[in-house]
């Protein structure tokens, strides 16, 4: 079964460093996903992205934040200026259109020092 | 109001019984509405989509009462391999993100 794949599997960064989180989509999914979750609380998304815009955005996702399709299978989440509250575990996902179930990877677990 | 809300549990159920879980949501406009289950520190995977028709999937069987704005799950004959949390998603009318309920924990015992 295809699945949604994320790189690193955990990153350690020291505070006020950029990190990139990489991820691989289902091939023939068009719409694309970041979410996190903090230790002990719930999944919370940040960010959508269609047709090579962002579609939507929380108030998480402010302007330390940014998203790249940078070639035609990869999606990344660039943290410009990483802050404590940052660590957490990010979810990548996707779907094939916006109101089919969302597949998601297997996260990427950022601790930031 | 949380925008979905769900019973923490947990709730501990020997092998074999019988357990639901209930959600409700707040946007009455919402579009479509899933349980994920996640395992500790893992990503949430799709149990199954929920229709207003309801749907059985195995021993899982899921109800959406839209007038309600409730969402239940059920799980027949319970195995220790369904230990995890699961979580009521909701995906909003407005866009297309989902958002999760905090999840409920089931522990099943032998």
């Known amino acids: 079964e295809p699945e949604v794949t994320q790189t690193p599997s955990h990153q350690v960064t020291q505070m006020g460093q950029e990190v990139i989180l990489r991820c691989v989509p289902i091939s023939n999914h068009l719409y694309f996903y970041w979410y996190r979750q903090i230790l002990g609380q719930k999944v919370e998304f940040l960010v959508s992205f269609y047709n090579n815009e962002i579609s939507e955005k929380s108030e998480i996702f402010d302007d330390q934040f940014s998203v790249e399709r940078p070639d035609g299978s990869n999606f990344t989440l660039k943290i410009r200026s990483t802050k404590l509250e940052d660590s957490a575990m990010y979810f990548c996902a996707s779907s094939p259109d916006r109101n089919q179930p969302q597949h998601f990877g297997d996260g990427t677990r950022l601790s930031i020092l | 109001r949380k925008e979905v809300e769900q019973d923490p549990g947990p709730f501990n159920v020997p092998e074999g019984a019988t357990v639901a879980f209930n959600c409700t949501y707040s946007?009455?406009?919402?579009?479509?509405f899933f349980w994920y289950r996640q395992d500790c520190r893992k990503e949430p995977k799709l149990l199954m989509s929920v229709y207003s028709s309801g749907n059985e999937d195995g021993r899982f069987t899921a109800q959406l009462n839209r007038a309600s704005q409730y969402i239940s799950l059920l799980i027949r004959d319970s195995k220790l391999s369904d230990s995890a949390t699961y979580l009521c998603?909701?995906?909003?009318?407005?866009?297309?993100?989902?958002?999760f309920g905090a999840g409920t924990i089931l522990r099943v015992k032998s």
């Open positions: 946007n009455s406009a919402s579009q479509s």
């Open positions: 998603v909701v995906n909003m009318e407005y866009g297309n993100k989902l958002v």
